[in-house]
């Protein structure tokens, strides 16, 4: 059976309910493509029977599980690669001349995934800026409990490296485990990995020297848009750099950054004052 329109209310309410991400209507063939794996390991034959289970026998995991299906993105390594090279030429050399010898220096990737954009920015460092690595830790949060522990592991298919990992840097950096790819220990140590839904109250942490908000922002409405800024601008340092999606932007949004354009990249600092 396919999924009703009822079920998919339901399931559109538990979703902007739990993490303030809005499923226009239209997306029911997307509810039904990820939903049905989660119904199918529970022993149900379709999406509206997985939902009218859990309205019946209303459980916080199977909740959890719901909401972690549908809003987990796809990913890949130096996606949309410009931020990345704003980062290793121009931004963390400014910072790293700013501050004292022995002050670390805090990055936050706040919609990490499975670990590939962490881990990214952690090669990045080890390869362009090697000196600096023991100056730098990486936070990696996200949503999904199961992608945080993802990237805790450290591990990757052959399918997943495949996409937008270069080469030498897999030879580098990862060593063959089984079927999978694993990242090297030092890496790892340099990034630490938490559960964080960005549309609720923001646990205590950085202050962030450089905040990765990439391809987020999209998924919400205005106002949720304009408390996640200004969330994130709470936990940056005066003079951190924000950087956002390709098609995400602080214009019209929050009139409290000033946009910095950096080679072919445009990045975001808290205006003073504001």
Request: glycine residues 6%; charged residues 25%; contains cysteine.
């Given at each position: 059976?396919?999924?009703?329109?009822?079920?998919?209310?339901?399931?559109?309410?538990?979703?902007?309910?739990?993490?303030?991400?809005?499923?226009?209507?239209?997306?029911?063939?997307?509810?039904?493509?990820?939903?049905?794996?989660?119904?199918?390991?529970?022993?149900?034959?379709?999406?509206?029977?997985?939902?009218?289970?859990?309205?019946?026998?209303?459980?916080?995991?199977?909740?959890?599980?719901?909401?972690?299906?549908?809003t987990t993105n796809e990913t890949s390594w130096?996606?949309?690669?410009?931020?990345?090279?704003?980062?290793?030429?121009?931004?963390?050399?400014?910072?790293?001349?700013?501050?004292?010898?022995?002050?670390?220096?805090?990055?936050?990737?706040?919609?990490?995934?499975?670990?590939?954009?962490?881990?990214?920015?952690?090669?990045?460092?080890?390869?362009?800026?090697?000196?600096?690595?023991?100056?730098?830790?990486?936070?990696?949060?996200?949503?999904?409990?199961?992608?945080?522990?993802?990237?805790?592991?450290?591990?990757?298919?052959?399918?997943?490296?495949?996409?937008?990992?270069?080469?030498?840097?897999?030879?580098?950096?990862?060593?063959?485990?089984?079927?999978?790819?694993?990242?090297?220990?030092?890496?790892r140590r340099m990034v630490n990995a938490g559960?964080?839904?960005?549309?609720?109250?923001?646990?205590?942490?950085?202050?962030?020297?450089?905040?990765?908000?990439?391809?987020?922002?999209?998924?919400?409405?205005?106002?949720?848009?304009?408390?996640?800024?200004?969330?994130?601008?709470?936990?940056?340092?005066?003079?951190?750099?924000?950087?956002?999606?390709?098609?995400?932007?602080?214009?019209?949004?929050?009139?409290?950054?000033?946009?910095?354009?950096?080679?072919?990249?445009?990045?975001?600092?808290?205006?003073?004052?504001?």
């Amino acid at each position: 059976m396919s999924l009703t329109a009822t079920s998919f209310d339901w399931v559109r309410e538990l979703v902007r309910k739990e993490s303030a991400i809005v499923l226009q209507p239209g997306k029911e063939y997307l509810v039904e493509a990820r939903l049905l794996p989660l119904a199918r390991q529970m022993g149900l034959t379709d999406v509206s029977k997985l939902v009218e289970t859990v309205r019946i026998r209303p459980d916080a995991d199977n909740n959890r599980r719901i909401v972690e299906a549908l809003t987990t993105n796809e990913t890949s390594w130096f996606r949309d690669g410009d931020p990345f090279t704003a980062l290793t030429s121009t931004v963390l050399p400014s910072l790293l001349s700013a501050r004292g010898a022995n002050e670390r220096l805090q990055i936050w990737s706040a919609a990490s995934s499975s670990g590939q954009e962490p881990y990214t920015i952690a090669m990045l460092l080890d390869d362009a800026l090697p000196n600096a690595t023991s100056r730098v830790s990486i936070t990696a949060t996200d949503l999904s409990r199961e992608m945080v522990q993802r990237t805790r592991a450290g591990r990757f298919s052959q399918l997943e490296v495949n996409r937008g990992l270069p080469a030498p840097m897999l030879v580098r950096h990862f060593s063959r485990v089984g079927n999978e790819w694993e990242v090297s220990a030092n890496l790892r140590r340099m990034v630490n990995a938490g559960e964080c839904n960005l549309a609720a109250p923001l646990p205590r942490m950085g202050p962030f020297d450089v905040v990765y908000l990439r391809n987020v922002l999209i998924y919400f409405d205005l106002p949720t848009k304009q408390t996640i800024l200004r969330r994130v601008r709470d936990l940056m340092r005066p003079d951190g750099w924000l950087f956002l999606g390709a098609a995400e932007t602080t214009l019209g949004v929050d009139d409290s950054w000033e946009r910095v354009v950096i080679g072919r990249s445009s990045a975001y600092r808290p205006l003073k004052g504001a």
